[in-house]
């Protein structure tokens, strides 16, 4: 139980930091659709699964840009089991513009922010209901 004296901190912070997460969510699914809007589709090989800390494994990927020039690029994610297999043929969003790729799968492009909108909306309902209450 939370000290009475405490009480206005505890929940002011968790709605504040609720709404600036839920902010900042908001900012990263924005940045990824500007993203996903300037990028073309291409394909792309898994050339390496690097295991990780506690069992995990990130794919190395390759694939060739819009002017056919090989690139290789490390996936943003890790997970256990491996999300992908060695030479798994995959599709790769890539901005010819700034050079950014990144692997076209639901966990890549909006993983991230779904997690840090589930954790904020947790944290602003607590501060709120703790106003409340």
């Known amino acids: 139980m939370i000290p009475q004296a405490y009480q206005p901190f505890v929940t002011w912070g968790l709605t504040i930091l609720g709404c600036g997460g839920l902010g900042f969510a ?45 690139r290789t690029s490390l ?31 639901w966990a890549e492009r909006h993983g991230a922010v779904t997690i840090l909108c589930l954790f904020s909306g947790a944290a602003l309902i607590a501060g709120l209901w703790g106003m409340c209450g």
């Open 26 to 70: 908001l900012h990263l699914r924005r940045r990824s659709a500007r993203f996903a809007g300037r990028a073309t589709r291409l394909r792309g090989t898994i050339v390496e699964l690097i295991p990780g800390d506690e069992g995990v494994t990130t794919a190395r990927y390759r694939f060739r840009d819009t002017e056919g020039i090989e």
């Open 75 to 105: 996936s943003k994610g890790a997970s256990s089991p491996p999300a992908f297999a060695l030479d798994q043929e995959v599709d790769v969003l890539f901005d010819p513009t700034s050079g950014d790729s990144v692997l076209d799968t």
